[in-house]
């Protein structure tokens, strides 16, 4: 069973308010990841982190930011959400001897 | 460039049917991974199955069973006497192997499966 935990699942705001999507993860996973879900069902990468103080941007361009101040952390900010942001975004992590990708239970956002 | 494709936007099955969803990638490595998830209504991403560029034996997990295929590039699932709780979008992906820079997944659309009861 996967240790990994998103917070809120589910978030209504408006227009221009600043959020903040919470990742955590108990593994000591160094890669983490967040991925971006359409309504329309396709995920594309985001944001990708090799471990502390390491954060690249992922294929589809975002306005996030993300941080990596501690290995289980890799919050995911949006500084003045719009509802083109309106989507589910799901973070993962990697067992490093595997290659499995853990995901948590996504967070389903809608920008008013 | 890595791609995945899955042609079968959605499928409906009654109970008990057999069903085989397809997925066909695209890459240039050598060494890689291929993988199957199913996200049920709730939202979450469960893992099914991750297959290495280097075993092409099938496998068969219960009701589940996949068929990779180096030669055409394919990594089929098949759910065998399906039921209601099979439900769910099903996603094929691609990933580089273990040691690569990235190791992020490359996702198919997804197929969309009803099973009717």
């Known amino acids: 069973e996967a240790d990994i935990y998103q917070t809120p699942r589910y978030l209504v705001i408006g227009t221009g308010k600043k959020i903040t999507l919470e990742c955590s993860q108990t593994?000591?996973?160094?890669?983490m990841y967040w991925y971006q879900q359409d309504p329309g069902m396709e995920l594309h990468l985001i944001h990708y982190?090799?471990?502390?103080?390491?954060?690249e941007k992922g294929d589809l361009s975002s306005e996030s930011t993300v941080s990596r101040i501690r290995t289980e952390h890799f919050p995911l900010t949006l500084e003045s959400a719009r509802p083109s942001h309106t989507s589910q975004y799901l973070c993962?992590?990697?067992?490093?001897?595997?290659?499995?990708?853990?995901f948590g239970p996504g967070t389903r956002l809608t920008v008013l | 460039a890595q791609k995945v494709t899955q042609a079968q936007t959605e499928i409906s099955v009654v109970e008990k049917e057999d069903v085989t969803l397809d997925c066909v990638y695209e890459?240039?490595?050598?060494?890689?991974?291929l993988f199957w998830y199913k996200q049920p209504p709730s939202g979450e991403l469960v893992f099914l199955i991750r297959?290495?560029?280097?075993?092409?034996q099938n496998e068969i997990s219960g009701r589940y069973s996949w068929n990779f295929q180096k030669s055409t590039s394919s990594f089929n699932f098949t759910i065998t006497a399906s039921q209601v709780v099979d439900s769910a979008v099903y996603f094929c992906?691609?990933?580089?192997?273990?040691?690569?820079?990235?190791?992020?997944?490359?996702f198919g659309t997804g197929t969309l499966l009803a099973v009717q009861p």
């Open positions: 890459t240039r490595d050598t060494t890689y991974y």
């Open positions: 297959r290495n560029s280097f075993d092409e």
């Open positions: 992906a691609l990933s580089e192997a273990v040691g690569g820079a990235t190791n992020k997944l490359i």
């Open positions: 982190s090799y471990g502390v103080n390491s954060t």
């Open positions: 993962a992590s990697i067992s490093g001897s595997y290659n499995e990708q853990f």
């Open positions: 593994m000591g996973h160094d890669k």
